[in-house]
């Protein structure tokens, strides 16, 4: 499979060199898009520079200001698709998530799932450094998810995800309406009403050394509110290319 990892980035300066090394270091030959808001702190230059020694593998795409994690990830989506990847990737680039998991959710798409969660809490809770406040936010939030949908994930708002090239053809991207990290719940919840296969993968999530986290009460409000409507949408299934 093509595979390729889409990280929105927004002043990730201190992070984006070393996570770049890192990906590249792994097997598999994952390429990798970097989807960046106008990062003042030169995140984007620092990309430019290393596009010199990865001309194959390494794009980036620069749109004017925040724009929300959503958006990004949809351009990053329908970019890859125009390029005719077949694994696609989401991912921080904080080293929230740990690069070396792209293998184990690589090895779940190739066994048969259409959608690959890096879980925190599918075996108890895995999550390092973070304040207890934040820990109870989400997890309460997964679970909150879970009894308003019905949708069998136990990390609904996990941004670790695999899909299959089909599963992300198959979603009217004019349809998706959250923005932040309600995003994450609206597509795992759309490609489950689809029908499509989603297994989750235990991962340890570490909270970020370098830089500043982009997460807001306002980004909470808007997947609260947002997941009340998701049950009342309807998902009329598309023409999927048989693989």
């Known amino acids: 499979m093509r595979k390729l990892i889409i990280i929105p980035t927004y002043n990730e300066c201190e992070n984006i060199e070393a996570m770049v090394a890192k990906v590249f270091s792994l097997p598999g030959d994952f390429s990798l898009l970097v989807v960046d808001d106008g990062s003042p702190d030169g995140t984007a230059d620092i990309v430019r520079r290393l596009q010199t020694a990865h001309t194959e593998r390494l794009f980036i795409i620069e749109r004017s200001g925040k724009l929300g994690l959503g958006t990004a990830y949809l351009t990053g989506f329908e970019w890859a698709l125009r390029e005719g990847f077949e694994a696609i990737y989401e991912m921080d680039c904080d080293f929230s998530h740990d690069p070396d998991d792209l293998?184990?959710?690589?090895?779940?798409?190739?066994?048969?799932?259409?959608?690959?969660?890096?879980?925190?809490?599918?075996?108890?809770?895995?999550?390092?450094?973070?304040?207890?406040?934040?820990?109870?936010?989400?997890?309460?939030?997964s679970r909150y998810v879970k009894c308003i949908t019905r949708m069998p994930v136990r990390d609904a708002t996990a941004g670790f995800v695999a899909y299959r090239a089909e599963v992300l053809r198959a979603i009217d991207f004019s349809k998706v309406k959250m923005k932040g990290y309600g995003f994450q719940i609206e597509m795992k919840y759309t490609a489950w009403r689809l029908g499509f296969n989603i297994k989750e993968v235990s991962i340890i999530?570490?909270?970020?050394?370098?830089?500043?986290?982009?997460?807001?009460?306002?980004?909470?409000?808007?997947a609260f509110w947002g997941v009340l409507g998701l049950r009342f949408r309807s998902f009329p299934r598309k023409s999927v290319p048989c693989r």
């Open 103 to 141: 293998l184990r959710l690589t090895a779940a798409i190739e066994e048969g799932a259409d959608v690959a969660v890096g879980s925190r809490y599918v075996s108890g809770v895995n999550v390092v450094n973070w304040p207890m406040r934040r820990l109870l936010l989400s997890f309460c939030a």
């Open 205 to 222: 999530f570490r909270d970020r050394t370098l830089g500043t986290s982009k997460m807001s009460s306002g980004i909470f409000g808007e």
